[in-house]
């Protein structure tokens, strides 16, 4: 196999989550992006795996970082429906960091 | 180009195709069922890697589970199901960006890598992998089960429903600090539903909505 293959898919959707994040004006779609560069970085741990020929530690990692996308999405989603509570709104654009009641 | 090559490019391209839709769909919902095509796609890549473990926690944690998770997050939020036309921001900055970031690592990868032929991987064991994580890695596990608990915790403290109070009324203040802050007494919690009620404009929103529901029944 040629390990340039995974690679290269991985760093497209990286890129990809990039451009989610930077054009996505609702929260919820940027936590997609997110977990679209989270899941790049996976694939690249674990296709380190196979040229590194080091066993597993990718693998461990990309178990860990999976952890990780689960707690943050968690908490994500935890403050963005707060936020919609309290102003029926999911853009992030709208949201005003400077005031407590400001928006 | 072997077998697992033709295996590797097509499921990569499943998932950068798939991976595009998620964030270029003027649709929600669609959004959320592109992202589930890609991380499935990104499960067989796992499994032609010989990674067999992380292909399947793949699936029950990011398939099962957080995708679900931003699913019911959509419902909650009352996106709209048709397609919206204000879920995007101008996009060439984005573009150049993300166009400059994904290309460029790409071109990177292939320049380290080149076309240069790997042995194909053992398929992975779950004990190998089990002795790897309890054997190298076992404070960092055991760290990630102290971070998940603290998520836990921070996401039902983000839910309380009394954060979005505006003004709390300093008459309760006071008095959280005693011993009546660790129990739920419903004496400091009443200011707080009533400080809530006149805030939240979602209530409002519900209202002309179930009126139009009722009218169109």
Same mark, same amino acid.
């Given at each position: 196999?040629?390990?340039?293959?995974?690679?290269?898919?991985?760093?497209?959707?990286?890129?990809?989550?990039?451009?989610?994040?930077?054009?996505?004006?609702?929260?919820?779609?940027?936590?997609?992006?997110?977990?679209?560069?989270?899941?790049?970085?996976?694939?690249?741990? #674990?296709?380190?795996?196979?040229?590194?020929?080091?066993?597993?530690?990718?693998?461990?990692?990309?178990?860990?970082?999976?952890?990780?996308?689960?707690?943050?999405?968690?908490?994500?989603?935890?403050? !963005?429906?707060?936020?919609?509570?309290?102003?029926?709104?999911?853009?992030?654009?709208?949201?005003?960091?400077?005031?407590?009641?400001?928006? | 180009?072997?077998?697992?090559?033709?295996?590797?490019?097509?499921?990569?391209?499943? %998932?950068?195709?798939?991976?595009?839709?998620?964030?270029?769909?003027?649709?929600? #919902?669609?959004?959320?069922?592109?992202?589930?095509?890609?991380?499935?796609?990104?499960? /067989?890549?796992?499994?032609?890697?010989?990674?067999?473990?992380?292909?399947?926690?793949?699936?029950?944690?990011?398939?099962?589970?957080?995708?679900?998770?931003?699913?019911?997050?959509?419902?909650?939020?009352?996106?709209? !199901?048709?397609?919206?036309?204000?879920?995007?921001?101008?996009?060439?900055?984005?573009?150049?960006?993300?166009?400059?970031?994904?290309? /460029?690592?790409?071109?990177?990868?292939?320049?380290?890598?080149?076309?240069?032929?790997?042995?194909?991987?053992?398929?992975?064991?779950?004990?190998?992998?089990?002795?790897?994580?309890?054997?190298?890695?076992?404070?960092?596990?055991? #760290?990630?089960?102290?971070?998940?608990?603290?998520?836990?915790? /921070?996401?039902?403290?983000?839910?309380?429903?009394?954060?979005? %109070?505006?003004?709390?009324?300093?008459?309760?203040?006071?008095?959280?600090?005693?011993?009546?802050?660790?129990?739920?007494?419903?004496?400091?919690?009443?200011?707080?539903?009533?400080?809530?009620?006149?805030?939240?404009?979602?209530?409002?929103?519900?209202?002309?909505?179930?009126?139009?529901?009722?009218?169109?029944?």
């Amino acid at each position: 196999m040629h390990a340039v293959i995974p690679y290269v898919t991985a760093a497209l959707l990286f890129g990809l989550g990039v451009y989610g994040v930077l054009r996505r004006r609702n929260a919820i779609l940027v936590l997609m992006a997110v977990e679209l560069m989270l899941n790049a970085v996976n694939l690249l741990l #674990v296709t380190a795996d196979v040229t590194l020929d080091n066993g597993y530690r990718g693998g461990a990692f990309a178990l860990f970082v999976i952890v990780l996308a689960a707690a943050e999405v968690g908490v994500g989603l935890a403050i !963005i429906l707060q936020y919609y509570r309290m102003r029926a709104a999911v853009h992030i654009d709208d949201v005003r960091l400077d005031g407590e009641n400001a928006g | 180009m072997t077998v697992a090559d033709a295996l590797l490019l097509a499921l990569g391209a499943v %998932a950068v195709g798939s991976g595009t839709l998620v964030v270029t769909s003027t649709q929600i #919902v669609r959004a959320g069922l592109y992202l589930v095509i890609s991380l499935g796609a990104m499960a /067989g890549l796992y499994l032609v890697l010989g990674a067999e473990l992380v292909a399947w926690v793949q699936v029950l944690v990011y398939v099962g589970a957080v995708v679900v998770l931003l699913l019911f997050a959509v419902m909650l939020t009352r996106a709209p !199901i048709g397609p919206s036309a204000d879920l995007d921001r101008p996009a060439w900055p984005a573009l150049v960006v993300g166009g400059g970031v994904g290309l /460029g690592l790409a071109a990177l990868f292939v320049d380290a890598f080149r076309w240069v032929r790997y042995g194909m991987p053992a398929p992975g064991t779950t004990e190998r992998m089990g002795a790897e994580l309890f054997g190298n890695w076992v404070l960092p596990f055991e #760290v990630l089960s102290i971070l998940l608990l603290s998520a836990l915790v /921070g996401a039902i403290i983000l839910s309380r429903p009394d954060i979005g %109070a505006p003004k709390p009324t300093p008459g309760p203040q006071p008095q959280q600090p005693t011993p009546g802050a660790q129990q739920p007494t419903p004496g400091p919690q009443r200011p707080n539903v009533s400080a809530q009620q006149p805030d939240p404009s979602p209530q409002r929103v519900e209202e002309p909505e179930r009126e139009k529901q009722k009218d169109g029944s």
